[in-house]
């Protein structure tokens, strides 16, 4: 789906690019203008801003709007990752396996001292887990799991998206697309 609209986008803006410009108007010596002033650009969104809906916002996670936002592959030589955020380059949440170690981290930024709740949320499967700061990294809140465990399978399978919730966060719905099943396949 994702290749038809990035083809429809393309074909387009090709199209946009065949129309002919409009003519300029001449200028009129007489006439002078006020300088008009730009608008201030918004201010961009920190990693642990509310992008998301609220949590209390939906009682069925599978009606809620998906978080704006798309999924990144990277390889790395001693990991791979797939990233979720904003084009802007902003994450917000992230998978990444450990080639080394072959378990797969569930992470996202933010500055909490301790340890807090983490609940994803699949078409078949809600599991609770809880997510750590990294050592000598305390804006990222990681939980690992082995590369074999069921609820990444169900993360990889889920039609549609997938709830992630992360303490006192707001909700994730993000799309369940191939980047998470490929971080979940090098890592087995």
């Not at 001693?78 to 380059?89: N, Q």
Request: proline share 12%; glycine share 6%.
């Amino acid at each position: 789906m994702r290749r038809e609209w990035m083809a429809a986008m393309a074909g387009s803006m090709v199209l946009a690019a065949c129309v002919a410009p409009a003519p300029s108007p001449t200028p009129d010596a007489s006439a002078t203008r006020a300088p008009v002033a730009a608008p201030a650009p918004s201010p961009t969104p920190t990693p642990s801003a509310s992008i998301a809906i609220p949590p209390a916002a939906h009682a069925d996670w599978h009606q809620a709007p998906v978080t704006p936002g798309d999924w990144f592959y990277v390889a790395e030589p001693a990991e791979t990752l797939a990233v979720f955020g904003p084009s802007s380059g902003e994450a917000l949440m992230l998978l990444r396996c450990d080639l080394r170690t072959r378990r797969v981290g569930i992470a996202r930024f933010d500055n909490v001292p301790g340890e807090v709740p983490l609940r994803i949320e699949t078409e078949t499967m809600t599991r609770d887990l809880t997510a750590s700061p990294l050592p000598n990294r305390n804006d990222l809140l990681v939980a690992e799991l082995s590369a074999r465990d069921p609820l990444l399978e169900a993360m990889a399978f889920s039609r549609g998206r997938l709830g992630v919730h992360f303490g006192g966060n707001a909700r994730l719905y993000v799309p369940a697309w191939p980047e998470i099943t490929r971080v979940v396949e090098d890592c087995r």
